[in-house]
């Protein structure tokens, strides 16, 4: 199972305890293959490539979405050349404020940004990804200019909030989470249409007079085009049904995740409506690959 981000982040933190129910499903290894770069898209790029066996998956975010729009050319086609699985989990994101910033709020936020254009700092998991694409529709939305700085993983940026080397971040929940727990960092609204039910009290961004505002990062899995119907469906039937273990529900769902199984054809229309939705606030937010 092919993972786009360094160990440490909300794929990883995902990727683990599904790939542990499915070995014992299977009753075959399932080995985690960090391959991390450009977004997601140098894993991406070695599925496509893969034998079309069933034996290699990758486990997307919805920066698989985003790819198509922010990257010129990508070296596969996002729609023909994987064979859909099934939607995993989805998980709200947060805005989370470095200690040393001094907002509270989303409208603090917003007056800070406005008081020094391109100062404030915003740290994601990676050019392309949805906390840089967050940041930047909030940015347009907001009529606010602030920088962007890449890092390799959920994990990196939160080293370096803490380190206090970025002021804020639009990170996964399952990743941030505890530092905000700790008193580290500072939580100031979360992106979903409601509150996160490991957060249930910092507000929403349409709460925080953000209108319409609503993201959620999603997790997938797809295998390369061409694996037979047969493969597609049988894993598609064993991942909808280790989603619903107790135990598995219990310690993802403590992550912030909200898990879902389907089918490879709700999927596949799921990835498309993404496609269009992230095409627009691309195109919208002006956001380009640095």
């Given at each position: 199972?092919?993972?786009?981000?360094?160990?440490?982040?909300?794929?990883?933190?995902?990727?683990?305890?599904?790939?542990?129910?499915?070995?014992?499903?299977?009753?075959?290894?399932?080995?985690?293959?960090?391959?991390?770069?450009?977004g997601g898209t140098v894993?991406?790029?070695?599925?496509?490539?893969?034998?079309?066996?069933?034996?290699?998956?990758?486990?997307?975010?919805?920066?698989?979405?985003?790819?198509?729009?922010?990257?010129?050319?990508?070296?596969?086609?996002?729609?023909?050349?994987?064979?859909?699985?099934?939607?995993?989990?989805?998980?709200?994101?947060?805005?989370?404020?470095?200690?040393?910033?001094?907002?509270?709020?989303?409208?603090?936020?917003?007056?800070?940004?406005?008081?020094?254009?391109?100062?404030?700092?915003?740290?994601?998991?990676?050019?392309?990804?949805?906390?840089?694409?967050?940041?930047?529709?909030?940015?347009?939305?907001?009529?606010?200019?602030?920088?962007?700085?890449?890092?390799?993983?959920?994990?990196?940026?939160?080293?370096?909030?803490?380190?206090?080397?970025?002021?804020?971040?639009?990170?996964?929940?399952?990743?941030?989470?505890?530092?905000?727990?700790?008193?580290?960092?500072?939580?100031?609204?979360?992106?979903?249409?409601?509150?996160?039910?490991?957060?249930?009290?910092?507000?929403?961004?349409?709460?925080?007079?953000?209108?319409?505002?609503?993201?959620?990062?999603?997790?997938?899995?797809?295998?390369?085009?061409?694996?037979?119907?047969p493969v597609v469906e049988?894993?598609?039937?064993?991942?909808?049904?280790?989603?619903?273990?107790?135990?598995?529900?219990?310690?993802?769902?403590?992550?912030?995740?909200?898990?879902?199984?389907?089918?490879?054809?709700?999927?596949?229309?799921?990835?498309?409506?993404?496609?269009?939705?992230?095409?627009?606030?691309?195109?919208?937010?002006?956001?380009?690959?640095?």
């Amino acid at each position: 199972m092919l993972i786009p981000y360094p160990p440490g982040g909300s794929a990883d933190l995902l990727g683990r305890p599904l790939a542990m129910k499915l070995q014992e499903r299977l009753g075959q290894n399932v080995v985690l293959e960090y391959k991390p770069g450009a977004g997601g898209t140098v894993a991406s790029q070695a599925l496509a490539r893969a034998k079309p066996d069933g034996h290699t998956l990758i486990l997307v975010l919805a920066a698989h979405a985003i790819n198509a729009s922010l990257y010129p050319k990508l070296p596969y086609d996002t729609r023909k050349d994987f064979a859909p699985v099934s939607l995993v989990a989805n998980l709200p994101m947060i805005v989370a404020a470095s200690s040393s910033l001094k907002a509270n709020t989303i409208p603090e936020l917003i007056a800070a940004a406005k008081a020094a254009p391109g100062k404030l700092t915003f740290g994601s998991a990676g050019n392309g990804n949805t906390g840089h694409l967050a940041a930047e529709f909030f940015s347009a939305q907001a009529g606010i200019k602030m920088t962007h700085v890449p890092y390799k993983g959920s994990a990196g940026v939160v080293n370096a909030m803490l380190a206090g080397e970025i002021d804020l971040t639009f990170d996964s929940i399952s990743t941030s989470w505890p530092q905000i727990k700790s008193g580290r960092m500072r939580a100031l609204a979360v992106t979903g249409e409601k509150h996160a039910s490991i957060s249930p009290d910092v507000p929403t961004m349409i709460e925080a007079g953000m209108p319409g505002f609503v993201i959620n990062g999603w997790y997938a899995i797809l295998a390369p085009a061409g694996t037979p119907a047969p493969v597609v469906e049988r894993l598609s039937k064993e991942i909808a049904s280790v989603l619903t273990l107790p135990d598995l529900r219990a310690q993802i769902m403590a992550g912030g995740y909200e898990p879902v199984g389907s089918t490879p054809q709700a999927l596949s229309a799921h990835i498309d409506a993404e496609l269009t939705r992230w095409s627009k606030v691309v195109k919208d937010s002006g956001a380009k690959v640095d």
